[in-house]
């Protein structure tokens, strides 16, 4: 495929500030999409194996999702609702609560805590230093929670980091599963801490953990390593939050990602595609009797976004119901596992691994730069991916659980084209 570049600089060059990132990994100017595939404006298609970061678990523009949204907004239904009880909500509510809370046993209530995960792991970090009355809240080795203050004190990138320009307080890394290769038992140095009058950690009021690190770098937890935190955070009077926002809403086949491992969190936050379509949502669950918030104690203007709330109610009413989507998903990762095994199959020599948990996977290689060439050369070939880990060591694939087998099977194709392109 050959990509028609633009001489002279564009207003996105010229208006936008530097910030922007992924515009420069794929420098198209795309224009429309359906299902799994983005289209620019010279229609040239691109299969997307990108899915707005996890926001799209459903596709772009599903039929099932598009057309309630389109008869809300026809019939002139509330847009903007701020906390104020609308149709809208009582029904995302009502659904929420029988196709996702009840099945599972779940003894959560539901905070709308703004339009985005950050804002979710801040209501979060609040709600648990409330409660606790203490300040310190552990995180781990390459976690990305957010790019707020609060959350990005969790967050271990440095380069994301860097950007906060204040000193960032009142967290204390531990490692990750894996994190020391299996030398040494888990949780060792955590409990020890706790143990020590000495060792200068304030006793935590939570622990938040990502079941599998997404942007760290598709770090997949074991079931028995997240059963152990939830055992010590019980014994050492921590809350535990999952952080499930980019894992949650099926991408590693349970509407949760932490079901597989058998625990309840004490708090949970939802966002990217709790909302279905890539509208701005999200959710902060805790326990019943964790709800001591005083009324506006924690508020955002946009955290009534009623057409998210249609848009999420028809995506659970269409893929939760039944373990239908579930199953598939987890088929699918048969399939994506199979391939990469494929793949990197000889390989190891030059680095390269894989790791993963339904539908999302990491393809890892230690030759820097590397990851980011795979990248270039499935954009160019029409695939849409992106690199993770903390030195973009990763090609993340996250493709929409609505991917077709055939769609699958041509993004993998792909992906293993720009593998042997870059070596």
């Known amino acids: 495929?050959?990509?028609?570049?633009?001489?002279?600089?564009?207003?996105?060059?010229?208006?936008?500030?530097?910030?922007?990132?992924?515009?420069?990994?794929?420098?198209?100017?795309?224009?429309?999409?359906?299902?799994?595939?983005?289209?620019?404006?010279?229609?040239?298609?691109?299969?997307?194996?990108?899915?707005g970061a996890g926001s799209l678990n459903y596709g772009h523009n599903n039929p099932a999702l598009k057309r309630p949204l389109l008869d809300y907004l026809g019939s002139d239904g509330i847009t903007h609702g701020l906390d104020m009880s609308t149709t809208a909500k009582r029904s995302f509510l009502e659904t929420f609560r029988s196709a996702v809370l009840e099945p599972r046993s779940l003894p959560y209530k539901v905070m709308f805590p703004g339009p985005t995960g950050t804002n979710a792991v801040e209501a979060a970090l609040k709600l648990a230093r409330k409660v606790t009355g203490r300040k310190t809240v552990v995180s781990f080795t390459n976690a990305f929670h957010g790019m707020s203050l609060g959350s990005l004190a969790l967050t271990g990138n440095a380069g994301k980091?860097?950007?906060?320009?204040?000193?960032?307080?009142?967290?204390?890394?531990?490692?990750f599963d894996h994190y020391l290769g299996g030398r040494t038992p888990d949780f060792l140095w955590f409990e020890r801490l706790l143990e020590d009058s000495g060792s200068g950690l304030d006793h935590p009021a939570a622990v938040i953990v990502e079941t599998v690190q997404g942007e760290g770098g598709v770090n997949v937890a074991r079931a028995e390593w997240l059963r152990g935190l939830a055992d010590l955070c019980r014994r050492r009077d921590m809350l535990l939050i999952v952080d499930d926002i980019q894992m949650g809403c099926g991408r590693t086949g349970d509407f949760f990602s932490f079901e597989e491992a058998g625990i309840t969190p004490d708090v949970v936050t939802l966002s990217k595609s709790i909302s279905g379509y890539g509208l701005p949502m999200s959710l902060c669950l805790f326990r019943d009797e964790l709800d001591v918030w005083e009324p506006g104690e924690h508020n955002g203007t946009f955290r009534g976004n009623n057409p998210a709330f249609v848009t999420a109610t028809a995506a659970l009413d269409t893929y939760w119901r039944d373990s239908t989507l579930r199953d598939r998903t987890l088929r699918q990762a048969g399939r994506v596992e199979s391939a990469l095994r494929d793949l990197t199959a000889g390989h190891e020599r030059l680095g390269m691994s894989y790791r993963g948990r339904g539908l999302v996977w990491g393809l890892e290689f230690l030759h820097e730069g590397r990851a980011r060439a795979v990248c270039r050369r499935a954009f160019e070939l029409g695939l849409l991916v992106e690199t993770s880990g903390p030195r973009d060591e990763v090609v993340k694939l996250l493709p929409p659980l609505t991917v077709t087998d055939d769609e699958l099977d041509e993004g993998l194709g792909i992906l293993a084209r720009a593998v042997r392109h870059t070596a």
């Open 1 to 51: 495929m050959t990509l028609i570049a633009d001489t002279e600089p564009t207003v996105f060059e010229t208006v936008e500030s530097e910030v922007r990132s992924y515009c420069r990994a794929w420098p198209t100017v795309f224009e429309r999409a359906t299902g799994s595939r983005l289209f620019d404006e010279h229609g040239r298609p691109f299969l997307d194996f990108f899915a």
């Open 161 to 175: 980091r860097a950007g906060a320009g204040v000193p960032l307080t009142h967290t204390t890394q531990m490692p």
